[in-house]
């Protein structure tokens, strides 16, 4: 991904804290359901790992864990736990011997990566055998009022403002090449309790925000926080929030 002077840009690269402090956590399920695809349970490979979400859940279910990314701010506020090791580098170029993986995952990062490069690097990193999982949740969703007015926001005052590789997020990465022997994925549910101001520090995690406020200045989100917080109420309150869950899954 570039901006518009063709530079390389990272969406997240000033947002590790905030990232990993208000980005939901993956289902208690999703770790062990992705080890049962690999050979053993030697090593997994989590790239784009971001602050560590799904990385952290890796390490219960594999003797070791390398957790990628190539924004050292992420890798700072990522979770540090026996069997894991970070490091900093591109999905394009993983630091990894070759047949050296059992598992390679890519959590809410695919849609950044320039596959071809990727995928010759999975083919290359993963033991005969070896599964790739592509792991996406989209578009966020509440019940009520509350949700009426999170997808207002989410599609009309910042929908112009996402970058275009959000639309595979959204459509659950089935829009997106996967030239592997595909498996079935299990069936999993992502949804969090949540307060009010929990729901909004994920929501300032959204690059979408971000690029909204430097165009359209502060007054757009401030009206959304003030109408979320009349529809929600109490903000200490917790609801449901949920996001659909998608899974890409296949053996080299």
């Known amino acids: 991904m570039t901006d518009e002077a063709g530079s390389p840009r990272n969406w997240f690269d000033r947002g590790g804290a905030s990232y990993a402090r208000f980005r939901p956590e993956y289902p208690p399920a999703l770790a062990p359901s992705l080890a049962r695809f690999a050979p053993s349970d030697a090593l997994a490979v989590d790239v784009g790992c971001g602050s560590g979400q799904l990385t952290a859940q890796l390490a219960c279910v594999f003797r070791a864990v390398v957790g990628l990314d190539p924004s050292a701010d992420q890798i700072a506020n990522a979770p540090a736990r026996a069997g894991i090791r970070y490091a900093c580098a591109p999905a394009e170029a993983l630091p990894v011997p070759d047949r050296g993986a059992d598992l390679i995952t890519a959590a809410q990062?695919?849609?950044?990566?320039?596959?071809?490069?990727?995928?010759?690097?999975?083919?290359?990193?993963?033991?005969?055998?070896?599964?790739?999982?592509?792991?996406?949740?989209?578009?966020?969703?509440?019940?009520?009022?509350?949700?009426?007015?999170?997808?207002?926001?989410?599609?009309?005052?910042?929908?112009?403002?996402?970058?275009?590789?959000?639309?595979?997020?959204e459509t659950g990465y089935r829009s997106l090449p996967f030239p592997f022997a595909e498996v079935s994925p299990p069936a999993l549910a992502m949804t969090r309790d949540w307060s009010l101001p929990e729901l909004l520090g994920y929501v300032g995690t959204w690059s979408a925000v971000r690029n909204a406020e430097s165009s359209l200045g502060r007054e757009p989100l401030d009206r959304f926080g003030r109408e979320l917080r009349a529809a929600w109420g109490e903000p200490e309150r917790r609801c449901e929030i949920r996001w659909p869950l998608s899974l890409r899954i296949g053996h080299v």
């Open 109 to 169: 990062a695919a849609h950044w990566f320039d596959l071809d490069a990727f995928y010759a690097e999975v083919r290359r990193v993963l033991v005969p055998g070896g599964a790739l999982a592509l792991v996406t949740y989209g578009v966020i969703e509440a019940d009520g009022e509350a949700g009426r007015v999170l997808r207002h926001f989410y599609r009309d005052v910042i929908g112009p403002y996402w970058p275009p590789e959000r639309r595979h997020v």
